[in-house]
T-cell receptor, first 114, second 116 residues
């Protein structure tokens, strides 16, 4: 079974700081990779996704993620965070075959201080 | 983009009663819907996979007789929490995968269940 690890549980940054959230997965086959964001009191929203092709994926709100197959990683980055980026961020994977249910990481709470 | 709705958005019930939560795909047909559960400050845990017209597939540790899932049409799946107890209080989230689409799932806004 696949699993997803998010190493940073709680990150506190000042506005304009750069962000990188780690995500590693364990699965031997082809995977699809996702980052979701959950703002306080709101539902999950898709930030970006990787299915195939260019391993550097650009998403909404200035976020990007890089798939490094050799490291089984899909880290999320943003050059300059804003206070409005305060939210919970979830990395998720699912295999390219099978039931296609998502396996979520434990989440990273990002707190951006003005 | 594709929209998934859930009803109700929140519900409070007495212990021992049953609660039905609806998940609807509003502008696409969903052959597969997934039900997740999210405890406070925790991640989403898959409860079951619901395929239209067939029995749901439950994850290990999820009681199928307690969490009844029905996926009677391509746009509607329901989760019924039977004989709810306080430990069932949680945030229940559904997602839907379109019939002809890729691997993307679209999430509903969630239903917060509080059992007194």
């Amino acid at each position: 079974a696949q699993s997803v690890s998010q190493h940073n549980h709680h990150v506190i940054l000042s506005e304009a700081a750069s962000l990188e959230l780690g995500c590693n997965y364990s699965y031997g086959g082809t995977v699809n990779l996702f980052w979701y964001v959950q703002y306080p009191g709101q539902h999950l929203q898709l930030l970006l996704k990787y299915f195939s092709g260019d391993p550097l994926v650009k998403g909404i709100k200035g976020f990007e993620a890089e798939f490094i197959k050799s490291k089984f990683s899909f880290n999320l980055r943003k050059p300059s965070v804003q206070w409005s980026d305060t939210a919970e961020y979830f990395c998720a994977v699912n295999p390219d075959t099978g039931r296609r249910a998502l396996t979520f990481g434990s989440g990273t709470r990002l707190q951006v201080q003005p | 983009g594709a929209v998934v709705s859930q009803h109700p958005s929140w519900v409070i019930c007495k212990s021992g009663t049953s609660v039905k939560i609806e998940c609807r795909s509003l502008d696409f047909q969903a052959t597969t819907m997934f039900w997740y559960r999210q405890f406070p400050k925790q991640s989403l845990m898959l409860m079951a996979t619901s395929n239209e017209g067939s029995k749901a597939t439950y994850e290990q540790g999820v009681e199928k007789d307690k969490f009844l899932i029905n996926h009677a049409s391509l746009t509607l799946s329901t989760l019924t929490v039977t004989s709810a107890h306080p430990e069932d209080s949680s945030f229940y989230i559904c997602s839907a995968r379109s019939a002809g689409g890729n691997n993307e799932q679209f999430f509903g806004p969630g239903t917060r269940l509080t059992v007194l």
